[in-house]
């Protein structure tokens, strides 16, 4: 059982320091927003014409994952739930993110950052559905 | 070329701060979401708070001196991460605020859904990758299936679109038809 109490605060903000600095060099000398989904996207369908600048941020975002083994271990874990679950959650992911034009990344850091009210009321809609979802799973005894 | 060493190194700095904020860890995400189960954990919005303070300025100082450089020699901010053309948006307040529509409530809505279900978003899911763990090989296969079905589904109809809050048509333009958008810049120069 994961412990779910231990509350972060140093970490989540030099974490989200690191984020906000990737997004902005980002926005500086490419002038990309720094979605996620939206970047995966664009790199499943090589018909893009911008595939390579995709493919590698991917690459470096998956490198970044073998940066994270050396540094901080902690930090890559199983994940928690069964891979039925793990089925349905990633379609809907992936399905949401496209039909809101957006994660978390791109609506709730880019676009409230660029105070974009469409993002607002993204980040708002997906924290309250994700809140609704993680109670109902608790209630009905999913953990 | 400065372009794709900065993908690589903003990509990897991107996925750094992931996992050093801890949103790598799908309990960390669910715990934030579980905001009524007595053991809430506010990491999350330190992190997406944390981004935000960083990113708001810069992003205003850079935005601010896009608009006083000649078109010509500025970065083309296309379509982007976010796919909706967000670089588009700006000083169109009005526009933005009629594109609140329910295509954007319903899809963040089941991305949300998704999210709780199994705590990761792209972001974190791709990072974690690294691990080849088959929960998280499972997870991203379905993330790009559920993007493909998306796809499928809305096909290259412009229609979902409420025509009471049809933007513009450089706007209106899919963003992953990518022909019909450089068709209607073209048009419009």
Redesign the interface.
Same mark, same amino acid.
């Given at each position: 059982m994961?412990?779910?109490?231990?509350?972060?605060?140093v970490?989540?903000?030099?974490?989200?320091?690191?984020?906000?600095?990737?997004?902005?060099?980002?926005?500086?000398?490419?002038?990309?927003?720094?979605?996620?989904?939206?970047?995966?996207?664009?790199f499943?369908?090589p018909?893009?014409?911008?595939w390579?600048?995709?493919a590698?941020?991917?690459?470096?975002?998956?490198?970044?994952?073998?940066?994270?083994?050396v540094?901080?271990p902690t930090?890559?874990?199983?994940?928690?739930?069964s891979?039925g679950?793990?089925?349905?959650?990633?379609?809907?992911?992936?399905?949401?993110?496209?039909?809101?034009?957006?994660?978390?990344?791109?609506?709730?850091?880019?676009?409230?950052?660029?105070f974009?009210?469409?993002?607002l009321?993204?980040?708002l809609?997906?924290?309250?559905?994700?809140?609704?979802?993680?109670?109902l799973?608790?209630i009905l005894g999913g953990r | 070329m400065?372009?794709?060493a900065?993908?690589?190194?903003?990509?990897?700095?991107?996925?750094?701060?992931?996992?050093?904020?801890?949103?790598?860890?799908?309990?960390?995400v669910? =715990?934030f979401?579980?905001?009524?189960?007595g053991?809430w954990?506010?990491?999350?919005a330190?992190?997406?708070?944390?981004?935000?303070?960083?990113?708001?300025p810069?992003?205003?100082w850079?935005?601010r001196r896009m608009r006083t450089t000649p078109s010509t020699e500025?970065? /083309?901010?296309?379509?982007?991460? /976010?796919?909706?053309g967000?670089?588009g948006?700006?000083g169109t307040?009005r526009a933005?605020?009629a594109?609140?529509n329910p295509?954007?409530?319903?899809?963040?809505?089941?991305?949300?859904? =998704?999210?709780?279900?199994?705590?990761?978003?792209?972001?974190p899911?791709?990072?974690?990758?690294?691990?080849f763990?088959?929960?998280?090989l499972?997870?991203?296969?379905?993330?790009?299936?559920?993007?493909?079905?998306?796809?499928l589904l809305?096909g290259r109809d412009p229609a979902d679109l409420p025509s009471s809050s049809r933007p513009p048509a450089s706007v209106t333009a899919l963003?992953?038809v990518?022909g019909s958008e450089k068709d209607t810049r073209k048009t419009e120069a």
């Open positions: 994961q412990d779910f109490t231990h509350f972060t605060p970490a989540a903000l030099e974490g989200g320091a690191l984020i906000g600095l990737a997004a902005s060099g980002l926005l500086f000398f490419t002038g990309r927003v720094a979605g996620i989904s939206g970047i995966l996207d664009g499943l369908r018909s893009a014409r911008d390579g600048w995709r590698i941020f991917l690459a470096g975002l998956l490198a970044s994952g073998a940066g994270l083994l540094l901080r930090a890559l874990v199983e994940p928690i739930r891979l679950v793990l089925t349905v959650a990633g379609l809907l992911v992936g399905f949401g993110s496209r039909m809101g034009s957006g994660c978390t990344s791109g609506h709730g850091v880019c676009g409230i950052s660029r974009s009210l469409r993002s009321v993204a980040t809609t997906f924290m309250a559905t994700g809140i609704a979802t993680v109670t799973v608790r | 400065r372009r794709l900065s993908a690589a190194l903003f990509g990897s700095m991107f996925g750094l701060g992931l996992g050093v904020s801890g949103m790598t860890q799908p309990g960390k669910i =715990g979401l579980d905001l009524f189960g053991h954990d506010p990491s999350l330190l992190v997406m708070g944390g981004a935000i303070a960083v990113h708001m810069l992003a205003w850079w935005r500025r970065p /083309q901010p296309t379509e982007t991460g /976010q796919d909706d967000p670089e948006d700006v307040s933005l605020f594109r609140v295509r954007l409530v319903v899809g963040a809505a089941i991305f949300g859904v =998704g999210w709780g279900l199994g705590g990761y978003c792209p972001g899911a791709l990072v974690t990758l690294v691990g763990s088959p929960g998280i499972v997870f991203v296969a379905s993330m790009m299936m559920g993007m493909w079905l998306f796809h809305s963003p992953w990518r």
